[in-house]
């Protein structure tokens, strides 16, 4: 299926990556490692020996000449720079591959997310494309070289790995994830990200409200890393009382549960470097209250080193980037 008979959703739009990398402030993870039930290690992180990467190295072995002529591609590729919630990497699609090929590649899939992330985009992914058949992947350099990247791309789609080939950058890059059903609705997979988000918004006093609710939400390109000591939009969470912190850190354990230990390790990790709980904010926005009910769709969590934007109006595009300031 190519880009023009895939589902149409115009209100994607396209972003580089470089540009969200650079320039992008990092998503919502402050707090500290133990705080979230994860262990604090020294160098938290995928390698190369991590099973994601070891079945990158499978998968590539297993591509013939044809194969390798679509899929593979050099890391100086701008593709690898693109970042956008509807698009094709390249048309390697899955539903191309062997049935031995498909088992290495979801060994891939599941070692980069949780078991609860892996079921949950194979949901999404057959709701919002038909099927997981429809989804492209491109290989960036030889994984059996010291620097190379996989990327997962389709509709409401993009995902990472690359055996911490950028070091200092959780997720291998800039990821995006999505789901065509309401935003708000029971039906979407990931409405109940804004439930337990909203949950410290509902426990909020007056006067701290109106520090977190803002009117007009950025667009979905605005999601650049703010310059040392710009203000974070919103309310900072060092500000919170205890309680409302606690609940501000299950709404984070809710925002990192589809993906892999070994890239929330690296998340925490980045966020502690970057000054940890105290320096990140929650924002919400007025902007697209789809039942006019107060539950806000639209929220963005924020530190030095990291954002997470997310857009539930009027159906779910959300951007996570976290990556240590050079």
């Not at 990398?21 to 290690?41: E, F, H, I, N, Q």
């Not at 099927?131 to 994984?143: C, E, K, M, Q, V």
């Amino acid at each position: 299926m190519d880009r023009k008979s895939q589902p149409s959703c115009p209100d994607c739009e396209s972003l580089n990556r470089r540009e969200f990398v650079a320039k992008t402030t990092g998503t919502a993870v402050a707090v500290s490692a133990a705080s979230v039930g994860l262990s604090s290690v020294a160098s938290a992180a995928p390698s190369r020996k991590s099973a994601a990467e070891t079945a990158v190295r499978k998968l590539y072995d297993s591509l013939n000449d044809k194969q390798k002529k679509l899929a593979v591609l050099p890391l100086t590729d701008a593709r690898r720079k693109t970042i956008n919630p509807n698009w094709h990497i390249t048309k390697m699609r899955y539903g191309m591959l062997t049935g031995d090929q498909k088992e290495i590649c979801n060994a891939v899939l599941k070692g980069i997310t949780s078991e609860d992330g892996y079921d949950r985009f194979l949901k999404q992914m057959k709701h919002d494309a038909g099927s997981i058949n429809t989804y492209s992947f491109a290989l960036f350099g030889n994984p059996h070289e010291k620097e190379f990247e996989f990327e997962w791309t389709g509709r409401h789609l993009t995902l990472r790995a690359d055996g911490n080939t950028k070091k200092g950058v959780a997720f291998g890059g800039p990821i995006v994830y999505g789901h065509g059903a309401k935003g708000n609705s029971k039906k979407n997979l990931f409405s109940y990200q804004t439930m337990a988000v909203n949950k410290v918004f509902k426990m909020l006093d007056e006067k701290q409200r109106e520090k977190a609710l803002l009117k007009k939400a950025p667009s979905e390109g605005a999601v650049k890393l703010r310059k040392k000591g710009r203000r974070m939009p919103g309310i900072s969470v060092g500000d919170l009382s205890s309680d409302q912190q606690g609940r501000f850190e299950k709404s984070l354990r809710a925002v990192m549960k589809p993906y892999r230990k070994e890239d929330v390790d690296e998340v925490m990790e980045i966020v502690k470097a970057s000054g940890g709980l105290k320096k990140v904010s929650l924002a919400f926005y007025q902007t697209g209250d789809l039942n006019k009910d107060k539950v806000w769709d639209i929220w963005r969590i924020e530190g030095p080193s990291m954002v997470c934007h997310f857009r539930g109006a009027p159906h779910v595009h959300a951007y996570i980037n976290i990556a240590k300031r050079s």
